[in-house]
């Protein structure tokens, strides 16, 4: 009984530090949770977790809450976790002027500002960098994720860790090569969390949104130099990020047409979400929304593809 609460607190701490707030628990497992406690200190009253009537907006490795929300199942009730710690205030986002010149020159400078820009490098720690964008300049889809993770902020490219070799096989399934399709974040830089000194950052939390107002512009102008047909928004809080007041929840935008800087904007689930919830149902609408896209994007789709996940 011991290893069982001491597994579940585990868990609780992990998600924590990966910047969850509030997990749903279903009732099940509420019953078998007050059970375990009561025989183990029978004195104890009982506690009930609170509720959470609307989940927040999906974070990067949205787990069950972005499911809950998805799928609009009966609310489970949710234990809190106490927020992740605040971050620093930062300045008024910048205004980003583009040079003269074709697209590569315009994305170099534009790299430059942004990755060498005094707020991105007072957030990136010792040794890390901060992270535009990659991939061609001539794409038709541009994706938006969250914000660099261990990895991205150690190559300076977005998307190269693992929830970024699933990102690459979803565009491989949509017949295109990543190098054909242009890969960004709302985020510059990875959100910190509590580190000590030499010590590498464990976990990620999701961004603040005044982090993702600062770190806007650069995406906006990587779309201006780009001019994509189509983005596509991975997970609640690209698409928190870049539809503002317009979004509500991730179940409520996902898999529809949305508008971002006068371009049509798909909203489907962060990869990490699938490599924590690989049902078949959730590869299903992420797949649908990508056939979606494929289709506005004119690329051809055969009958096999149409029928992945079927
Ligand atoms: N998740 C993101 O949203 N972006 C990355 O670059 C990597 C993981």
Excluded at 3 to 31: W, Y
Excluded at 202 to 221: D, I, K, Q
Aim: aromatic share 6%; with cysteine.
């Amino acid at each position: 009984m011991r290893a069982v609460l001491q597994a579940i607190s585990e868990e609780l701490a992990r998600l924590k530090a990966e910047g969850e707030q509030v997990v749903p628990v279903s009732e099940e497992a509420l019953a078998g949770l007050r059970a375990l406690v009561k025989a183990r200190t029978p004195s104890a009253p009982e506690r009930v977790p609170e509720r959470t009537p609307a989940p927040a907006p999906a974070s990067r490795g949205e787990p069950a809450r972005a499911a809950a929300a998805a799928f609009a199942e009966p609310v489970a009730p949710t234990i809190k976790l106490a927020p992740a710690a605040p971050a620093k205030a930062l300045p008024p986002p910048p205004v980003v002027t583009l040079p003269e010149g074709d697209k590569a020159a315009r994305w170099a400078a534009l790299k430059e500002l942004a990755t060498q820009h005094p707020v991105c490098l007072e957030h990136v720690r010792p040794g890390k960098k901060a992270v535009l964008g990659v991939g061609s300049l001539d794409a038709k889809i541009f994706f938006v994720g969250e914000a660099p993770g261990a990895e991205e902020e150690v190559q300076g490219e977005p998307f190269v860790g693992p929830a970024g070799q699933l990102l690459t096989k979803m565009i491989g399934a949509m017949g295109l090569k990543r190098e054909q399709v242009y890969i960004g974040n709302i985020m510059c830089w990875r959100p910190q969390m509590p580190t000590p000194p030499g010590a590498e950052q464990v976990g990620n939390r999701p961004p603040t949104v005044e982090e993702m107002a600062f770190c806007l512009p650069f995406l906006r102008a990587s779309i201006e130099i780009v001019q994509p047909e189509i983005l596509v928004a991975l997970g609640g809080t690209a698409a928190q990020g870049l539809l503002g007041a317009q979004f509500t929840t991730l179940g409520a935008v996902r898999g529809k047409w949305h508008d971002f800087a006068g371009k049509p904007l798909m909203v489907t689930y962060h990869p990490s979400y699938l490599l924590r919830n690989a049902s078949n149902k959730s590869k299903r609408a992420v797949w649908e929304d990508l056939l979606q896209v494929m289709e506005r994007a004119g690329l051809p789709i055969s009958d096999k593809q149409r029928g992945y996940f079927k």
